[in-house]
């Protein structure tokens, strides 16, 4: 399992529309790209990873208000386990009309044999 593909289906399913990286086609007035982040392994005394942390960062882009949305997504990844690790708004893209907010995430996945 990886994390992209847990928030894909994890905001797909309050629905809105989303993609990895860039949305590609003509966009709805709210969307959201799962942008991935890091991969770190975590080690212990024995120099040997336990666990792979991966991050992502959801950008939430919103011709109204996000605001709806924007707690929808926030606790779907707390019931979903996820460590929100910083939420911000971008700003207001005045060429586009979009409201960009940012939540940053991180999971924890146990290292297969």
């Known amino acids: 399992m990886s994390i992209l593909s847990e ?4 905001i797909t399913a309050i629905p809105i529309p989303v993609e990895t990286g860039v949305f590609s086609g003509k966009a709805p007035d ?3 790209v799962i942008t991935p982040l890091s991969d770190i392994f975590e080690v212990h005394a024995d120099n040997r990873p336990g666990f792979d942390v991966q991050e992502a960062r ?3 882009f919103s011709k109204g208000s996000y605001l709806l949305y924007k707690k929808q997504i926030t606790n779907a990844l707390l019931n979903a386990d996820f460590t929100i690790t910083e939420r911000r708004y971008i700003g207001h893209e005045d ?4 409201h960009h907010y ?3 995430v991180a999971k924890n996945y146990g290292l297969e044999e």
């Open 7 to 10: 928030l894909n289906t994890l």
């Open 58 to 60: 959801i950008s939430l």
């Open 30 to 32: 709210e969307y959201a």
């Open 102 to 104: 940012a939540i940053d």
């Open 95 to 98: 060429d586009t009309g979009y």
